[in-house]
């Protein structure tokens, strides 16, 4: 009989690191599409930062992941049986499919995804989600002007490294923070940013104002902690800080410190302003346009990481996104 | 000879509250006013917590007050002097005069006070800038709609008493968190809150959810630390957060913890902007007039709490402001 493995969550997360035991992975009958539906034959799943706070039971954007169901997860596949006419065998299409080898799907809030624009992996990637990502939240909330200094965070990260490579497009200067030497050195040579600051070099402020001599007007944060404290003293007058992250605290083990200067959010006029993807839902094709575009002409670099061993990596390759043991976006190949 | 009594810094204050020999208060010879300057004989002196950031030598939005230098203030008089024909002996004037008897001005930054409207005092209280800062704080970066749960902090305050009493204007449910049942009960039945919040009462996070059942939609902050944590987890989606001030800071010994509830700004894409109302200076017209027709109207009450004691008790009186000493807006009799 053919199978569905699926990796589900067993119990609620510890403060801290995911560990395995908070998933139960498991073969489960592969099921049939009903009327309207269509079944996706997943190829990647993307690993994302959101997905810690997805486990967690507080209050979010989305209701917490329910114990004992199936890993809530972008995914993209070919649909290998459909019930809907609107989506055809052998299309791929990528969704919220979750972590498993196998998805049902009544097409809503489902994407095709052009395979001869892009290989599938990129529809979860550059073109998928952080990709949109990196390109509302940077020109909507951040609103670069040319000529203005943007500075964003775990900038060799999915999210980060596009956001920093629009805004070359938009005519900044664009200065990223990372974690090591070679990180910062592919942020520099590989993407083009201007400069990248090493947050683990011990002279974060110093070297931040000497990467950015006129302040900063833009920080896309990702990061949050104290490299949002660092920023927040050489944001200019009137900067803007869209929040897409704070990944330095979803693994605290103790509640984590705010941001101590957050005065200079008033003495600056600073506007901060959290950022969901899925605000924009209705945009999305706008963004694959340029995105795409831009990638196509050579503008645009996008790098995944993909990692085998199928569902059962997904506990230890999710964990690479809070030690910074991945090398762009973070994909797990099924 | 004439003298103008003048209060100088003296000396850069030590982190916590003000202490008086950080002032200096002397009388010199009194000046006449050169080719286009007029002489103002001030009346009242307004006291604002902004006052303790500009004795700090930290970057802020104006540079600081220099030492040996006249402390900055809001302050109204008459003029007695004149040598500009666009400001005449006997008209009222508000304008940032200082902490002085007398004061020397060009005319730049000043405006007329109609004393037919409102008594002098009122033109530093709620027409003068604490007036200002409620109207375009709360309309222009709040954004009220009808309906919406609005809160304010220091709800009793100079600032906080006018966003509650415009946000009802406009419609809203309105809550003012305030310190001591007496201030509390001032703001509900006084002010006409439909509640007040004791952030005293050793209950924050439970009487702010009793009292905002339909969650917060707009905060306008005066207070910062623990009060804008408790705030950041009732915020609704898409909720504004208008920072005017972070009084709970402004005179720590140690370093301010952050709130540590930040992430509630990404997950319920909150927006936080600092205001200073200077960057409404041309459109201070348009809050004199709606704020003066709404107080003759009955519907917005504004009250100054006038200290009398003349420049010497200047350092004294600006310490109720942290001290929660005032009851109302703060104004010294000079």
Redesign the interface.
Known sequence: MATNRVCKLAKRPPPGMVTRDIFAIEDQPLTEPGPGEFRVKIGYVSLDPAMR?WINES???VPAVGIGEVMRGYSVGIIDASNNPDFKVGECVQGLFGVQQYAISNGKQVGKADLTKAPMERWVGGLGMPGWTAYFGLLEVGQPKPGETVVVSAASGAVGSIVGQIAKLKGCRVVGIAGGAEKCRAVTHELGFDACVDYKGGNLAKDLRAACPSGIDVYFENV?GEIL?AVL?QMN?FGRIP????IS?YNATS??????????????????????VF?WANRIPEAIRDLATWHAEGKLKIREDVRAGGIDAFPDVLNLLFTGGNNGKLVLKV
């Not at 929040?243 to 704070?246: I, T």
């Not at 509640?255 to 969901?276: A, D, F, H, K, S």
């Open positions: 706070g209050k979010s954007y949050g404290d003293l007058t929040v897409c992250g704070l605290a509640m984590p410190e705010g941001p101590r200067n957050l005065r200079c959010v008033l003495t600056q006029r600073l506007t901060m302003r959290g950022i969901i605000d």
